[in-house]
């Protein structure tokens, strides 16, 4: 795990693409027991180094249940994105993250991590690759429906602050999806 981490770390396979160049952001190891698998990260981690190092991180912890401690300890929690580095500003946001990256790196990753007991796919990138065909029309829907993909998978929108008006159009997902997965993490022992 460790060397590959390292191949990962020096990766320049969509460097022209990337306005802040290359700076790939992933943290796991072969004892993770949760894997979150998110969109890309953002300009902050790009930054930091560190996953999930801003706000969308903090409500995400808050969603989980869990502090830091526990979150950035890769025997427990691993972080892979989509796209491993930032992909630059879009005329809305972000742009979305490199399609290169999943298909490049996901599976020599996630073939090494054995232990895994939860994997966490964050927003409609995620769900998309790895739901396929069993996901709904929408996010909205696919969340909402997050029981159906239980026990290998928990779905979730971004946890990012941008995502407060979908939330309060969604009283659901506070009432019912973010005590599912309290409880769903808190059974694993962490």
């Not at 025997?75 to 892979?80: D, K, N, W």
């Not at 930032?86 to 090494?112: F, I, M, S």
Request: net charge positive; aromatic share 10%.
């Amino acid at each position: 795990m460790r060397d590959l981490l390292l191949e990962i770390s020096k990766c320049t396979k969509c460097s022209e693409y990337l306005e802040l160049g290359p700076r790939p952001i992933v943290s796991c190891s072969k004892e993770s027991k949760v894997v979150i698998i998110g969109q890309a990260p953002g300009s902050v981690v790009h930054k930091t180094g560190i996953p999930w190092d801003d706000k969308s991180g903090e409500n995400l912890r808050n969603w989980m249940g869990i502090d830091s401690d526990i979150f950035y300890d890769p025997s427990r929690v691993a972080l892979i994105p989509m796209g491993f580095c930032y992909p630059g500003k879009g005329k809305t946001g972000d742009l979305p993250p490199r399609k290169e990256c999943a298909p490049l790196w996901h599976n020599v990753l996630l073939e090494q991590i054995k232990k895994v007991e939860l994997t966490i796919l964050i927003g409609s990138y995620a769900q998309n690759y790895y739901l396929q065909n069993k996901a709904k029309r929408t996010l909205t829907e696919t969340v909402k429906n997050f029981e159906e993909y239980l026990p290998e998978y928990f779905v979730l929108p971004h946890p990012s602050p941008r995502n407060n008006i979908w939330q309060a159009k969604n009283s659901w997902f506070k009432e019912t999806v973010i005590p599912g997965l309290k409880l769903k993490v808190q059974s694993l022992n962490l």
